[in-house]
C-alpha cells in the first residue's frame, strides 16, 4: 500500500510563494504520472496541476502561470512551486497519482495551505 506523505503548506500573505513537497513509498515512481490536488472546504477535490513520467507538466487554468510542479525519481517526491498566492488557493493540498480516475485509494493527511493577510 503506498504512503504518501505531503508537506510545506502554511500561512502567508495574498501574493506570497510557498513550495509544497509530496514523498511516496512506492516502487517504480517514476513510471507514475503524479498531480497535486487541493480540496477547499465543502469543495470536491480538484487536480491542479500533473507531471508525467516524461516530465511534460499540465495545469488547470486557475493556477497556470503561477504554480510549477516537478519532481525528483531518485528520492520519489513531487514538488509544487506557488507563486502569487490568492486567497482563493486555501485548501488542503494533497499529491497522488494522476488523473483521478486511477488515483491511489489510500490519501496522505495533506497539507494546509491558507493565504490570508
Known amino acids: 500500500q503506498v504512503q504518501l506523505v505531503e508537506s510545506g503548506g502554511g500561512l502567508v500573505q495574498p501574493g506570497g510563494s510557498l513550495r509544497l513537497s509530496c514523498t511516496a513509498s512506492?516502487?517504480?515512481?517514476?513510471?507514475?504520472?503524479m498531480g497535486w490536488y487541493r480540496q477547499a472546504p465543502g469543495e470536491q477535490r480538484d487536480l491542479v496541476a500533473t507531471?508525467?513520467?516524461?516530465?511534460?507538466?499540465e495545469y488547470a487554468d486557475s493556477v497556470k502561470g503561477r504554480f510549477t510542479i516537478s519532481k525528483d525519481n531518485a528520492k520519489r517526491s513531487v514538488y509544487l512551486q506557488m507563486n502569487t498566492l490568492k486567497p482563493e488557493d486555501t485548501a488542503v493540498y494533497y499529491c497522488?497519482?494522476?488523473?483521478?480516475?486511477?488515483?491511489?485509494?489510500?490519501w496522505g493527511q495533506g497539507t494546509q495551505v491558507t493565504v490570508s493577510s
Open positions: 497522488n497519482r494522476a488523473p483521478s480516475n486511477v488515483a491511489w485509494d489510500s
Open positions: 507531471i508525467t513520467p516524461g516530465g511534460t507538466t
Open positions: 512506492i516502487t517504480f515512481f517514476s513510471r507514475y504520472s
